[in-house]
């Protein structure tokens, strides 16, 4: 366990699906972010949280909806997905500019 | 524009031998963080280098920063089968006072035993 959780591991879903990924921390940090891992494509920044208020956007579809009801707990909310979209969703935290500490990520594929 | 892209894409080596992987950038950062993958689980961050610093150790890692050519080095002494991974070398800028890292696609690392 690296410090920071994230539920499920795995996750299949139909595109006319509701389904939530969530992240939990109990390091003190105080940021928070969403990134997605497509195979051969970087990692891409979502969106990210400082402090619970949301700083960044990187011009994300919304059928991707994050959560932050505190500074602890970090939601994505997806719903009408496409194929494209199957992906490792990563979440991961800091303090300031310091190392991130990321979970173990969720598996997505969308069917 | 891409931050962080890493050279060589892929690097075998045998067990023992040492691995350098380079990475570079393209505007000016406030430090450049070195992570590791394995198996598409989650990223383990290794070392971190801020700007005004040249050169960082943590037990076997040696990271190098250049900031007048936009590059760093990681590199890996005595390496160990355990070493092979996927490595990341990532860089945060100023303007934010949270972290707000860019990463590269990385490089693959196999050592074989």
């Known amino acids: 366990e690296t410090g920071v959780t994230q539920t499920p591991r795995h996750l299949v879903m139909g595109m006319t699906n509701k389904k939530s990924l969530k992240c939990e921390q109990h390091l003190g940090h105080n940021a928070m972010y969403w990134y997605k891992q497509s195979a051969k494509k970087p990692l891409e920044l979502m969106f990210v949280?400082?402090?619970?208020?949301?700083?960044e956007n990187n011009s994300v579809p919304s059928r991707f909806s994050p959560e932050c009801p505190n500074s602890s707990h970090l939601f994505l909310h997806l719903h009408t997905l496409q194929p494209e979209d199957s992906a490792l969703y990563l979440c991961?935290?800091?303090?300031?500019?310091?190392?991130?500490?990321f979970g173990s990520g969720t598996r997505l594929t969308v069917v | 524009s891409q931050q962080g892209e890493e050279d060589p894409q892929a690097l075998s080596i045998q067990e023992g031998e040492n691995a350098t992987m380079n990475c570079s950038y393209k505007?000016?950062?406030?430090?450049l963080q070195w992570y590791r993958q394995n198996s598409g689980r989650g990223l383990v961050h290794l070392i971190l280098?801020?700007?005004?610093?040249r050169e960082k150790h943590s037990g076997r890692l040696r990271v190098t920063l250049d900031t007048s050519k936009k590059s760093s080095s990681l590199l890996i002494t005595a390496s160990r089968a355990a070493d092979t991974a996927s490595y990341f070398c990532a860089t945060a800028h100023g303007g934010t006072s949270y972290g707000k890292l860019t990463f590269g696609q990385g490089t693959i690392l196999t050592v074989h035993p």
């Open positions: 949280y400082n402090f619970k208020e949301q700083t």
């Open positions: 505007t000016s950062i406030n430090n």
């Open positions: 991961a935290s800091s303090q300031d500019k310091g190392g991130y500490t």
């Open positions: 280098i801020r700007s005004n610093e």
